[in-house]
């Protein structure tokens, strides 16, 4: 059986970090939009 | 009923233990392949990114239809979400293909035609995104985009198709026999779990997305109002 353990783990890797990436930037974006929002009803108060 | 913010959830914690489960499965559950070895469990994520991305630019082409019938942005916002989260799982397929490829291909790249008819659909696809930015009118925007997304959708037949129809080194899974590639049955059954987890992952991923695009939207509509109130207060005071 040839050794590909190092292509297997890049592969997830891979996988792993663009799915949580664009999980961690949705995140990110809803608490932007959150913070921008009570920032404008303070200006508006 | 269940309200939306509850579906969302709900729906976002379904998608994270099916991946994990999935995730488990290809890891545990699945033998190693005796000719390539351990990279090719890469495959049965790598197969379900290519599956969601060709659902989702399916989907937003539905949307695009859906859109131009009932000139509605709700199906607007739906159609952005799901072709940003196509592009997405398509990038991941390219990606995890390409470090399959290297052990077992003995190259990173190589234009196959079905390699290179998914490229053609993912530069489709950033395209679509770079003009769809460059507008700012929602509802011109939002008919450029229905049309756009039906048309680009030709894209996702060449690709599904090109392994189908033209000479290619890219293992054909489902052909007309039913499974062609010599998989046994805990290989199927990982396969299945894998393919089911991202359709529930891409679902939650699209709800919110499109719920995002929606406060983004009314957001940027607060703004301009608080603009508008405090140029009449500067008008009224001078």
């Known amino acids: ?45 | 009923m269940l309200s939306e913010n509850k579906t969302i959830t709900i729906l976002s914690i379904l998608a994270a233990i099916l991946f994990v489960f999935a995730f488990f499965m290809v890891i545990f559950y699945a033998p190693i392949e005796v000719n390539m070895g351990l990279v090719q469990k890469v495959f049965y994520f790598h197969m379900s990114a290519a599956w969601v991305g060709m659902l989702a630019f399916l989907m937003a082409a539905v949307f695009g239809i859906l859109y131009l019938v009932h000139k509605d942005l709700k199906w607007d916002r739906l159609l952005a979400s799901s072709v940003e989260i196509g592009l997405l799982f398509t990038v991941i397929c390219i990606l995890s293909g390409m470090i399959w490829a290297r052990p077992i291909w003995n190259t990173w790249w190589t234009w196959d035609p079905r390699l290179t008819t998914v490229t053609i659909m993912a530069f489709t696809y950033i395209a679509f995104i770079l003009l769809r930015r460059s507008m700012d009118e929602p509802s011109k925007r939002a008919q450029f985009s229905a049309i756009y997304a039906i048309i680009g959708f030709v894209t996702v037949p060449l690709t599904f198709f090109s392994a189908r129809l033209l000479r290619t080194i890219h293992p054909i899974i489902f052909g007309s026999g039913g499974v062609d590639m010599n998989l046994n049955q805990p290989m199927l059954t990982t396969m299945f779990i894998s393919l089911g987890a991202f359709t529930v992952v891409y679902f939650a991923l699209l709800l919110q997305r499109a719920r995002l695009m929606q406060a983004e939207e009314a957001l940027m509509r607060l703004r301009l109002q608080t603009e508008i109130d405090a140029d009449w207060e500067d008008q009224a005071d001078a």
């Open chain 1, 1 to 45: 059986m040839p050794d590909t353990f190092s292509y297997f783990i890049a592969g997830y890797i891979v996988i792993f970090v663009l799915i949580f990436g664009y999980v961690w930037h949705l995140f990110r974006l809803k608490r932007k939009i959150n913070r921008q929002r009570e920032e404008l009803s303070i200006e508006e108060k």
